[in-house]
């Protein structure tokens, strides 16, 4: 039997990032620009994808350190049009890996596909000797074509991760991301995938049923509600609160409207920085708790100095934050 996954038409869209990144030298691995090589080279060079029948599309070429507003709106146009086109299967991204989690992230949020909608990387440039592009591409194709399969998911390195646990957790390493306790969803082997846990899209709250207005508000967003992320560590004071909260008093368009804090360990924070925080609070603006610890999320308890956020990690409960004030 032909799976609909295979019969369909699939959608690679370009956004940048390393896996589209030029050096001058082909040893190099760090000192390159990224978002260079046009997504339809990228899937060109990739001798497994000859025979795929698929549709490539350019919608934007930038490092993903620079990914903001206007390329998410980019993003999440095009792939809200072919997600809706019956005769489209599912959607590959290639993305830069520095913000590649809150991309995920977002299209998660707002889109709540069926259909699998595969983010993939690199962290060698096109140019490089062994550049992991290549592969990691030809392994998002095979997600994207697996049956059954569904949601957001981010492939590198012969793993797959849902866009909810997923984190770049190394600076240089092939194997840059890791799904923390969760663990991946499934992994590549020899293009076969091999699944661990239930799909994204068949996690209860999700797989479908997006929120229309919450996109259209996205999509007609000229700015996401100004959401910072602050730290907590030794030493540390509420200077940055108090400067953000005058801040808001002379400009109101700047004026902060929701604050993140990475706190220490299960969601411990500083007591100079925790007095900040509570005068913010006070004056209308949240603060939602997450740890900078790499693995865990914070556990629930009656003395949690603010409320916490979910299973999230700082970078993706500031963005949630932000989506959730573009309602009010
Ligand atoms: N700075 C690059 C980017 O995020 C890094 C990478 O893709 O690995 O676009």
């Known amino acids: 039997m032909v799976d609909a996954n295979e019969a369909r038409?699939?959608?690679?869209?370009?956004?940048?990032?390393?896996i589209a990144g030029r050096a001058t030298a082909a040893s190099d691995n760090v000192g390159y620009v990224a978002g260079q090589v046009a997504v339809a080279d990228l899937v060109a060079a990739v001798p497994a994808l000859a025979g795929v029948s698929c549709e490539v599309e350019q919608v934007a070429q930038v490092d993903s350190k620079d990914m903001g507003l206007p390329v998410w709106q980019a993003l999440v146009r095009r792939l809200a049009h072919h997600l809706e086109d019956p005769a489209v299967a599912a959607v590959v991204i290639t993305h830069g890996t520095d913000t590649l989690?809150?991309?995920a992230f977002l299209l998660q949020q707002l889109l709540q596909p069926r259909k699998p909608v595969v983010l993939t990387c690199a962290m060698r440039p096109a140019s490089a000797l062994t550049p992991d592009g290549p592969q990691n591409l030809s392994d998002a194709v095979a997600v994207a074509r697996e049956p059954g399969a569904g949601g957001v998911m981010v492939v590198c390195a012969g793993q797959v991760h849902t866009a909810t646990d997923v984190s770049k957790v190394h600076t240089y390493r092939t194997d840059a991301f890791d799904s923390g306790d969760a663990g991946p969803v499934a992994c590549v082997e020899e293009g076969r995938v091999r699944r661990f846990r239930p799909w994204p899209a068949d996690?209860?709250?999700t797989g479908g049923d997006h929120d229309a207005g919450a996109l259209a508000r996205f999509l007609a967003a000229d700015a996401l509600p100004r959401v910072e992320l602050l730290i907590s560590h030794a030493d540390a004071g509420g200077a940055m609160v108090q400067a953000l909260l005058a801040q808001g008093e002379t400009d109101p368009v700047q004026a902060v409207r929701g604050i993140v804090v990475?706190?220490?360990g299960n969601g411990t924070?500083?007591?100079?920085?925790?007095e900040a925080l509570d005068v913010a609070q006070a004056r209308g603006v949240p603060v939602l708790l997450t740890s900078r610890c790499a693995r865990g999320h914070v556990v629930p308890h009656p003395g949690l100095a603010f409320v916490a956020a979910d299973d999230l990690s700082p970078v993706k409960a500031r963005l949630g934050l932000a989506l959730a004030l573009l309602a009010d």
């Open 101 to 103: 989690e809150e991309t």
């Open 269 to 274: 924070v500083h007591q100079a920085l925790a």
């Open 9 to 18: 038409r699939l959608v690679i869209l370009g956004t940048g990032g390393t």
């Open 203 to 205: 996690v209860r709250a």
């Open 262 to 264: 990475a706190g220490t």
